[in-house]
């Protein structure tokens, strides 16, 4: 498995703009698919984006399309999550995970997950 440990939250206004990082270790890290999910107090964990091992073909949930933007770059063995337009509703603690295979939008296909990192965006 992967190491992963994530970087870069914090507080913004509505509107405004936040790139979290993701560095990882243990590894071969561009052998794996990673992807963003995110969990709002009282809520389950939702899909925010993914990004394939090879070429970085990307997939991304509806509620944050257009706005992020998922990125990784192996050499650096590392993920990365634009946030533009952040709105209120995106407030949540952000997950990157990490699976051997191709990029997927389910929680449980990933088997390396990171300890999360507050986003809070106000209004």
């Known amino acids: 498995q992967v190491q992963l440990v994530e970087s870069g939250g914090g507080l913004v206004q509505a509107g405004g703009s936040l790139k979290l990082s993701c560095a990882a270790s243990?590894?071969?890290?561009?052998?794996?698919?990673m992807g963003w999910f995110r969990q709002a107090p009282g809520k389950g964990r939702e899909f925010v984006a993914t990004?394939?091992?090879?070429?970085?073909?990307?997939y991304y949930a509806d509620s944050v399309k257009g706005r992020f933007t998922i990125s990784r770059d192996n050499a650096k063995n590392s993920l990365y999550l634009q946030m533009n337009s952040l709105k209120p509703e995106d407030t949540a603690v952000y997950y990157c995970?990490?699976?051997?295979?191709?990029?997927?939008?389910?929680?449980?296909?990933?088997?390396?997950w990171g300890q999360g990192t507050q986003v809070t965006v106000s209004s």
């Open positions: 990004i394939n091992w090879g070429v970085g073909s990307t």
């Open positions: 995970a990490g699976r051997m295979g191709g990029r997927s939008r389910y929680a449980y296909d990933y088997d390396s």
């Open positions: 243990g590894s071969t890290f561009r052998n794996y698919a």
